[in-house]
Structure formats: C-alpha cells, structure tokens
T-cell receptor
Framework: GNSVTQMEGPVTLSEEAFLTINCTYT??????LFWYVQYPGEGLQLLLK?????DKGSNKGFEATYRKETTSFHLEKGSVQVSDSAVYFC?????????????FGSGTQLTVLP | DAGVTQSPTHLIKTRGQQVTLRCSPK?????VSWYQQALGQGPQFIFQ???????QRGNFPDRFSGHQFPNYSSELNVNALLLGDSALYLC??????????????FGNGTRLTVT
C-alpha cells in the first residue's frame, strides 16, 4: 500500500535557525508529493508540491526536492520565523484507476522561539 | 472568491446519535473529498464524490455515508456515533475530477465531539 513516514516531533528551533523535516514514502504507483501546513484552529494549506522525480517545490522560503532514488521529500527552510510555528504534513497522491486520495504522514509540530 | 466552507464549525453529540456535516467547495471545483483527523494525527481519507457519486472510499465503516448535490456541495453523515468518532472532519475540493496533480483546497473543518 501507500504510506508516508515523517520525522517525529515536536521540533523546537530558535528564530533564524535552519529547518529540516524528513519525509519518506512508499507508493504502489507514481506519486505526486505535497507538503501541507496547519496553523492552530485551521484547516490544511498547501505549502508546496512536486509532481515528478527531481522536481523542486518551493514557497515562502520553504523547499523540498522529489528524490525517487531515496523515496524522500524532505522539507527545508534556511531561516525560520516565529510565524512558521505550525504542524507540517507530508502527503502523497497517486491517480491511477480509482486511487485519488491523499495519504498523509502523522505530522510534525514546529515551534519557533523568538 | 470564497474558498471551501464547512458548517458547523463545532458540534457536540451523544453516543448513538447521528450527525450531518456540510461542505461547499471552492468556486469552480467539482470534486469533494472528506477526511477525518484525530487529535495529533494526520488526516485519514473517508471518501470522495464526483458527479454526485461516491467514486472512492477509504477504510471507514458503512456508518459513514455521504452525498453530493448538483451544485457540487456535499454532506457527510455519521450514524450511531461512537466516542472514537470525535475528530476534526475536513472537506477538500479540487477541480477537473481531482486528478493526480489537481490542487486540493481544504476547509477549516468541523470539530465533532462525541460524549
């Protein structure tokens, strides 16, 4: 089946620190890969995506590269801000036949201290 | 342009009762999916509706059912509520039949508490 494994949290960083959240996946077909962010009391917002191997998704200073050889999609940011504090979810989606749902990891709570 | 809207935002029910949650998709979107997010967990796929039919279903019992209307809005119904059904229920919509690269837009969810 399909599954996503994320680095366990919580992660606590100081402002301007470098962030990496690891994500690896198992998929029965060719997935698209996503990072979603969830702020307190809100739904999920798409942060970035990549649809094929070696693609790099980027948004708001965050980046992730689709690595087929290592089945990974690690999230990085060079300098985090207090406003980045949220829960981050890695997800995949395969659209073959009837398989169209997102499969999520368990989420990583990030807290950035001033 | 309104995004995905869900109602109600919060709901408290008693074990054994039934509940209906509602979702209006983002303008221009024709596909609606429902997810259950237990506290501290990632969302789990319940089912997806397209052209007023359930197209795909996750590993949820028949107590969970849904409907999509001609205007693409959707309802999620849960019968015989259990304590374990307490969760945040998220609706997500997408355009163009929800293909592999179609963006998914999520609502802010309905927080269901079963006592």
């Amino acid at each position: 089946g399909n599954s996503v494994t994320q680095m366990e949290g919580p992660v606590t960083l100081s402002e301007e620190a470098f962030l990496t959240i690891n994500c690896t996946y198992t998929a029965t077909g060719y997935p698209s890969l996503f990072w979603y962010v969830q702020y307190p009391g809100e739904g999920l917002q798409l942060l970035l995506k990549a649809t094929k191997a070696d693609d790099k998704g980027s948004n708001k200073g965050f980046e992730a590269t689709y690595r087929k050889e290592t089945t990974s999609f690690h999230l990085e940011k060079g300098s985090v801000q207090v406003s980045d504090s949220a829960v981050y979810f890695c997800a995949l989606r395969i659209s073959s036949g009837s398989a169209r749902q997102l499969t999520f990891g368990s989420g990583t709570q990030l807290t950035v201290l001033p | 342009d309104a995004g995905v809207t869900q109602s109600p935002t919060h709901l408290i029910k008693t074990r054994g009762q039934q509940v209906t949650l509602r979702c209006s998709p983002k303008s221009g979107h024709d596909t609606v999916s429902w997810y259950q997010q237990a506290l501290g967990q990632g969302p789990q796929f319940i089912f997806q509706y397209y052209e007023e039919e359930e197209r795909q279903r996750g590993n949820f019992p028949d107590r969970f059912s849904g409907h999509q209307f001609p205007n693409y809005s959707s309802e999620l119904n849960v019968n015989a509520l259990l304590l374990g059904d307490s969760a945040l229920y998220l609706c997500a919509s997408s355009p163009d039949g929800g293909g592999r690269t179609s963006p998914l837009h999520f609502g802010n969810g309905t927080r269901l508490t079963v006592t």
